[in-house]
């Protein structure tokens, strides 16, 4: 039969195909007789046994790693080489190809939506702070694979639709309930400041630990990398009062930080302005003392030559005392013939003074 109109095209009897299939299948196996029977049984189980055992090639990627059961039983550990390898196709094995590197999250306290919106989740964020404030706490948990066939096989898990996360897997209701025990504990055991300002990064650090010991020994396979704190605020009944208080801390510590730079300013410039005099004074009683020396030095010289010519040291002695003291002063030189008078200036200078008429 024929489709009307367009081209002519034959229609397919499957009835008849299968029929010509049978009728050649009997014709060949009539000429080879009873053994041609079994060697065409042969062939087709070679054939359907080759495509079975083909079924059980598979691709590792990088990053990722293959957990192989046997009959159900994990043999081994998890195949991470890249490349083919092959694995017993079912029902006789089975494979479980997970990428192990990838970086996971969790929102706990909050859902963020795809336009980037945060939808908050009070019945997880808040809790109580060890000075027995109410704080709500919204934090982020990034994880990965360390051990693939606990993550697969230890833990049975209703897993989490809203982020993807399969029943079975442990990073769905069992690592939330971790991390919301983990962040109690912890957040139970500091006061409200630590929490809002002081010791956040404290706060993350011991949240890490606390989770990861859970987790392992709960042995889900999962390795926290990093647990980072979010918005962490009061809660809205609250939170102008503790918004207040907040912004005196701020204060305070403006002006604390501002009286230690002044005290780093003033404190080494006092001690370098008392280590310069430390400085002028030892210089100046170490002048006092080698003119003291010098003084002492120079008298004994003079006693020596006193005692070695008492008259001729004393004449001198008198002759340099005169010279110091009359060097500085106006001398006037008169003689009973002169006509004028001379005086010397103390620079060294002579003047000429007349005299008056002789009586």
């Known amino acids: 039969m024929y489709q009307p109109g367009g081209s002519r095209q034959p229609e397919v009897d499957l009835e008849q195909i299968i029929g010509r299939i049978r009728q050649n299948f009997r014709r060949s196996t009539g000429n080879l007789g009873g053994s041609g029977v079994v060697l065409a049984a042969l062939a087709i189980i070679g054939v359907v046994a080759a495509i079975w055992a083909a079924t059980g090639i598979y691709t590792i990627s990088p990053g990722e790693a293959a957990a192989l059961r046997f009959f159900g039983a994990v043999q081994g550990d998890p195949v991470d080489q890249d490349g083919l390898h092959?694995?017993?196709?079912?029902?006789?094995?089975?494979?479980?190809?997970?990428?192990?590197?990838?970086?996971?999250?969790?929102?706990?306290?909050?859902r963020s939506t795809p336009t980037?919106?945060?939808?908050?989740?009070?019945?997880?964020?808040?809790?109580?702070s060890g000075d027995?404030?109410?704080?709500?706490?919204?934090?982020?948990?990034?994880?990965?694979?360390?051990?693939?066939?606990?993550?697969?096989?230890?833990?049975?898990d209703p897993g989490e639709p809203a982020r993807g996360v399969p029943p079975g897997q442990p990073d769905g209701e069992t690592l939330k309930d971790a991390a919301e025990a983990a962040l109690r504990l912890v957040v139970g055991q500091r006061s409200i400041d630590?929490?809002?300002?002081?010791?956040?990064?404290?706060?993350?650090?011991?949240?890490?630990?606390?989770?990861?010991?859970?987790?392992?020994?709960?042995?889900?396979?999962?390795?926290?990398?990093?647990?980072?704190?979010?918005?962490?605020?009061?809660?809205?009944?609250?939170?102008?009062?503790f918004d207040d208080v907040l912004r005196a801390r701020q204060e305070r510590d403006t002006k604390i930080n501002q009286a230690r730079a002044y005290e780093n300013d003033i404190i080494p410039r006092a001690q370098g302005d008392s280590e310069r005099i430390k400085r002028e004074a030892e210089a100046f009683a170490q002048t006092r003392v080698e003119r003291a020396q010098g003084e002492a030095g120079r008298f004994k010289a003079v006693l020596r030559e006193y005692r070695s010519a008492r008259e001729v040291t004393r004449r001198?002695?008198?002759?340099?005392?005169?010279?110091?003291i009359m060097a500085g002063s106006t001398k006037?030189?008169?003689?009973?013939?002169?006509?004028?008078?001379?005086?010397?200036?103390g620079g060294g200078t002579v003047t000429p003074v007349p005299l008056g008429p002789k009586p």
């Open 332 to 345: 006037i030189i008169v003689s009973p013939d002169a006509e004028s008078v001379l005086v010397l200036g």
């Open 86 to 110: 092959w694995w017993w196709p079912a029902p006789v094995g089975k494979r479980d190809v997970v990428l192990v590197t990838q970086t996971r999250s969790m929102q706990l306290g909050f």
């Open 116 to 128: 980037g919106a945060r939808t908050p989740f009070p019945t997880e964020a808040l809790m109580i």
């Open 194 to 241: 630590d929490v809002l300002t002081e010791d956040r990064q404290g706060v993350e650090a011991a949240a890490k630990t606390r989770l990861q010991e859970i987790l392992d020994i709960a042995q889900t396979g999962i390795n926290i990398q990093t647990i980072q704190l979010q918005d962490v605020k009061a809660p809205e009944e609250v939170r102008d009062a």
């Open 132 to 156: 027995l404030n109410i704080v709500d706490v919204q934090m982020v948990v990034q994880y990965d694979i360390k051990s693939l066939v606990d993550f697969l096989f230890r833990v049975d």
């Open 316 to 324: 001198r002695l008198y002759l340099e005392a005169v010279e110091q």
